[in-house]
């Protein structure tokens, strides 16, 4: 199924059978992995198929509109999943010394994903808007996904020469940034999405990638030392969470149940012990002498890297994020019994490559 049936003696149908359905797999490889967080199993160099066509693609005869979008929205997931192969290798690789070219190579995905972002027609592009095509809501939140599988990834690289960052460390804020907004981003779409939207065709991997993209949002927002970033973030956590609870009970959504079941009580619990925080910081400050004083020392807390809740946090980022983050103490509260699913949601993420090779990233 891996090889190129183009010069194959068969017939043109089983030639345009087996590209279909080999692209099928490999994106449900490639999807599966992300959401899943284990290398995938169908890499680079083990194919040669090529990219299916509109005519490998539609029936003859029966060609129409609809069906011609359809088509070129499963081709653009074929492009964007090769990309996202590159992505998930180099995230598998990293635990391996660290080689000086693979910065080079993650700016260049991040080139080839605006380049495929920008080739996109203009029935894919803006898919909240009316008219657009099958699938279009699907293929921006795949990715959205993709978009924050690379800026997760270019953080770990970041960090991977062993240095100890700390509050100078341009670079490392740089890339933390881009991960908090790749994830309000992914917050943001969902949540302008209408009954209509739900309505269309997803890969049931969504499910997965809402909750890890969820708590990525709410590890920067815990971990953030910038008042006005940390309250930008608990907003779109909290519009999420809304949003998803009506898209189950209105619209019968599926896609949702994992964040709801899994994080929506833990992510309510820690946005209101921050909300106490800010509110207990406010009275503290307006009591103090020196509110100026009081205000800047609020802002650049230290991570307590040997709190044991806050500790799965920092193990994904790959770094000690002293300075970039809070402790429960400075946060003006404690992390304990707030049932956080970090363990379940993140541990995968962090573990070594096991006997069988199936590790998280």
């Known amino acids: 199924m891996n090889r190129n049936p183009t010069n194959w003696g068969c017939s043109e149908h089983e030639k345009r059978l087996r590209i279909r359905t080999w692209w099928a797999v490999l994106i449900s490889n490639r999807m599966s992995a992300l959401a899943h967080g284990t290398p995938a199993t169908l890499t680079k160099g083990q194919y040669d198929v090529p990219l299916p066509t509109h005519a490998m693609l539609l029936t003859p005869g029966k060609e129409n509109v609809y069906r011609e979008q359809g088509a070129e929205h499963f081709i653009q997931l074929c492009k964007l999943c090769e990309i996202l192969g590159e992505i998930l290798h180099i995230a598998a690789e990293l635990r391996r010394p660290f080689d000086a070219k693979v910065p080079r190579e993650l700016r260049r995905l991040e080139c080839d994903l605006d380049q495929w972002e920008a080739d996109l027609p203009p029935y894919l592009t803006h898919p909240l808007e009316e008219g657009k095509g099958p699938g279009a809501c699907n293929l921006h939140f795949c990715f959205l996904s993709t978009k924050l599988m690379l800026a997760r990834t270019a953080l770990k690289v970041a960090n991977s020469d062993g240095q100890k960052p700390d509050n100078s460390s341009d670079h490392l804020r740089y890339r933390l940034s881009v991960l908090r907004s790749s994830a309000r981003e992914i917050a943001d779409f969902v949540c302008a999405l209408t009954s209509r939207h739900l309505a269309e065709w997803w890969l049931p991997y969504t499910a997965h990638l809402l909750a890890s ?23 779109s956590l909290e519009a999420l969470r809304k949003r998803l609870r009506s898209a189950r009970d209105d619209s019968d959504w599926d896609l949702a149940d994992i964040f709801l079941n899994q994080c929506d009580e833990p992510i309510s619990r820690v946005i209101n012990k921050l909300s106490t925080s800010s509110s207990s910081t406010a ?34 980022f790959a770094f000690d994020l002293a300075g970039f983050g809070a402790t429960t103490t400075d946060l003006g509260f404690s992390f304990e019994g707030l049932g956080l699913p970090f363990e379940n949601m993140w541990t995968a993420f962090d573990q070594d490559v096991d006997a069988n090779g199936m590790s998280g990233f």
Do not use: G
């Open 283 to 316: 009275i503290a400050a307006a009591a103090s002498p020196h509110p100026q004083q009081h205000a800047q020392e609020q802002m650049a807390p230290a991570i307590n890297v040997e709190d044991v809740v806050l500790q799965p946090l920092q193990q994904d």
């Open 213 to 235: 993209s969820a708590m990525i949002l709410l590890r920067c927002t815990i971990e953030t030392t910038d008042p006005s970033a940390r309250e930008t973030c608990k907003r």
